[in-house]
């Protein structure tokens, strides 16, 4: 790359992190000039941006979990083309950069620096950005507390309910999805909409999802009666539910509920009753492994 410049703005958790600083004294011995900005709270990620892009700065570097990191996409997706991303995943559930094959060590991570930035999509619901996925349900206990014992029965699904103890808790409501050429309506559980894979620390939603085509994907988890009569006894005998899903892959979904629903957008709640997704093609460029799973070059797709 022609300008070995960057500035990292790191969340203010990791301030300490030596893992992280011995990674930027790394890069920084091999020539380049890396400059750290920590931050305190809600806003000096998009503030930081601004300050990077007016200072010149053409790469920018987000360490941070899933909410960081979605903060630095969508500030830098109001400057199409100013800037490069990389990202440096320092969170919890990491799960963008599991997907997308960012390496979880700082060090590695930041050997992206020297990988040419791919152009990748970023989804968009009422003037808010995610880089990762959507998802939602109904009812509180939806991707709260789930039990180690139900995330063994459950597989990819498990985060979407809080265990078989609190069964009788379970709620579902009707819904309508209507996008180009696609039509569901039903009672509804829960649902994903994917720019990448997995969300709630590994659960794998959308497993077809790439991150530069141009489309979501969409994972619906249908609710009939009888589906809700006997799940307990499915989830006791072992059975996972990955059948059960509705997929379809869309360039923008409009979601209506007869209630509210609960969005869970990269760690940023939302709530509404009408909701219109859409993707934003190649809307940001990213610094992703050559052989990234959610790149379309990387990987074969089946219809």
Known sequence: MSERRALMILHGKQALNEAVRSAVERKREQGWELAVRVTWEAGDAERMVEEALTAGYRTIIAGGGDGTLRDIAQALSAHPGEASLVLLPLGTANDFCRAAGVPLEPAEALELLEVSPRDIDLGEVGGQIFLNMATGGFG??????????????????????????????????????????FHWSGELLALGIGNGRQAGGGHVLCPQALADDGLLDISILPAPQELVGTLKNLLSDGFGIENMFVRTRLPWVEIKVAEGLYINLDGEPLEGDNMRFEARPAALQVHLPADSPLLSGAVSRPD
Do not use: C, I, W
């Open 140 to 181: 509180s206990q939806v991707t709260a507390n789930t039990s180690e014992d139900l995330k063994k029965v459950l597989g990819g699904a498990a985060y979407l309910f809080t265990g078989l103890s609190r069964f009788s808790e379970l709620h579902a409501a009707y819904g309508e999805l209507q996008g180009p050429d």
